[in-house]
């Protein structure tokens, strides 16, 4: 059982930065798939990132890369998002996620067991 709690999100103006974290609770981390998506009312929830267990693949849906990174810190069992140059569009709720997915990172929701609650993150223009 892993438990994620994000933190990290507000309100920013177009070109401004935020740093997400995700923090996980409960056994082996260091085992799960790491992954953020991203959510607006009305919309279903869209794949931002994801990182795989040792970190050795990551993956950017197209319209954040360049401009979002996301890392991990297993001491910390601690997931970033760190997200520069945002723009309006990027405003949604963000979710991270796990899962064990192997050497892959999956685009899909139904690949991770385990979710935040969410955080807002409004970007105006």
């Known amino acids: 059982q892993v438990q994620l709690v994000e933190s990290g999100g507000g309100l920013v103006q177009a070109g401004g930065s935020l740093r997400l974290s995700c923090a996980a609770s409960?056994?082996?981390?260091?085992?799960?798939?790491m992954v953020w998506f991203r959510q607006t009312p009305g919309k279903e929830r869209e794949f931002v990132t994801g990182?795989?267990?040792?970190?050795?693949?990551?993956i950017y849906t197209d319209s954040v890369k360049g401009r979002f990174t996301i890392s991990r810190d297993n001491a910390k069992n601690t997931v970033y998002l760190q997200m520069n140059i945002l723009k309006p569009e990027d405003t949604a709720v963000y979710y991270c996620?796990?899962?064990?997915?192997?050497?892959?990172?999956?685009?899909?929701?139904?690949?991770?067991?385990?979710w935040g609650q969410g955080t807002q993150v409004t970007v105006s223009s």
């Open positions: 996620a796990a899962g064990q997915t192997g050497n892959v990172v999956s685009p899909f929701t139904r690949a991770y067991d385990y």
């Open positions: 409960g056994r082996a981390f260091s085992r799960y798939t």
């Open positions: 990182m795989t267990s040792s970190g050795a693949r990551t």
